[in-house]
């Protein structure tokens, strides 16, 4: 990732623009860039969803709540 560089601007009223602050903005990412960044990708699978994989797979039945929880908010909702 290319490093980025500080865009001029006005500066912040109470606080002197110092080298440190300068650095901070230049190595955050916008929005878009951390949506595409593959760094985050390579975490290990969290070892939960991974047997909740293996038990539908296997023909066990989903036990979560989501879908009874969905019904009564669509219901009360109304």
């Known amino acids: 990732m290319p490093?980025?560089?500080?865009?001029?601007?006005?500066p912040r009223p109470g606080r002197a623009e110092?080298?440190?602050d300068a650095s901070d903005e230049a190595s955050l990412a916008l929005p878009h860039e951390r949506d595409q960044s593959v760094d985050r990708t390579d975490t290990p699978p969290d070892p939960q969803?991974?047997?909740?994989s293996r038990d539908l797979r296997r023909g066990l039945q989903d036990t979560g709540n989501s879908v009874p929880m969905d019904k009564t908010y669509?219901?009360?909702k109304r």
């Open 3 to 10: 490093v980025k560089t500080p865009a001029p601007g006005r």
């Open 18 to 20: 110092t080298p440190s």
């Open 49 to 52: 969803v991974q047997q909740a």
């Open 74 to 76: 669509d219901r009360l």
